[in-house]
């Protein structure tokens, strides 16, 4: 099997588990937002809850202190250990509260910074490469120099493009300029990739790889903040440098 067909294979294998982590996500995403929604529905306020029970507390706790037998009263010291484990519960619901409040102006603050990136070149570390405006880069480290063989394909797993190149020791940089096989120009967008290296002993290995684009946009998602290089989207974690 040639180089050329291991990177292909690797590629192919790549888009297939994008796509169906894609549809996976989509199910569960769908089945989710139904399950909140019901959620949401019959969802009451802690505090509110907490107020109500302590009323019931109250009223039982009256109950039994009228009812109480004269010649053996009940312990008191047990009436304020409740009454303390009340007053510890409601602060905790009050410190959750507040722990929410941080966490969404962290977020905030995060999307803020990470809008600053947009219309800036942006190298992530990533399993797609973006096409954008015709050409797409991508960056990769070989220990020792040689042969590697590049292949770019479709969402669908669909062969588009392969090439291979003679890599130097160390970082090398490889430029798409967005045509497959045929030599027709294709669409931008986000295009599964894989870069594999053939090794002295006749084995290959599979180099990891990023990507360099311009940066478009910025979600924040309940999976944390992602960054869009084009139609590619990555974690803000995954992005290694900003500029030039």
Known sequence: MSLASVAAEQSNALAAATSAAAANATTTSTAAS???ASANASATNPLLALSSNFSDFLNMLMTQLQNQDPTSPMDSNQFTTELVQFSGVEQQISTNGSLTQLIQLTQAGETL???SMTGQQVTAQSTQIALQNGTGTLNYTDTSGGPVAIAIT???GQPLYSTT?????????????GENSAGTQLP???YSAAVVAANADGSTTTLPFTVTGTATGVQSLSSG?????GALTV???AVQSVGN
């Open 34 to 36: 139904g399950s909140s």
């Open 154 to 156: 479709s969402a669908s």
């Open 165 to 177: 190149v003679t890599a130097t020791a160390g970082q090398n940089s490889w430029t798409w300029n």
């Open 235 to 237: 974690p803000f974690t």
């Open 113 to 115: 910074q990470a809008t």
């Open 188 to 190: 931008d967008g986000a």
């Open 225 to 229: 903040i992602q960054l869009d290089i």
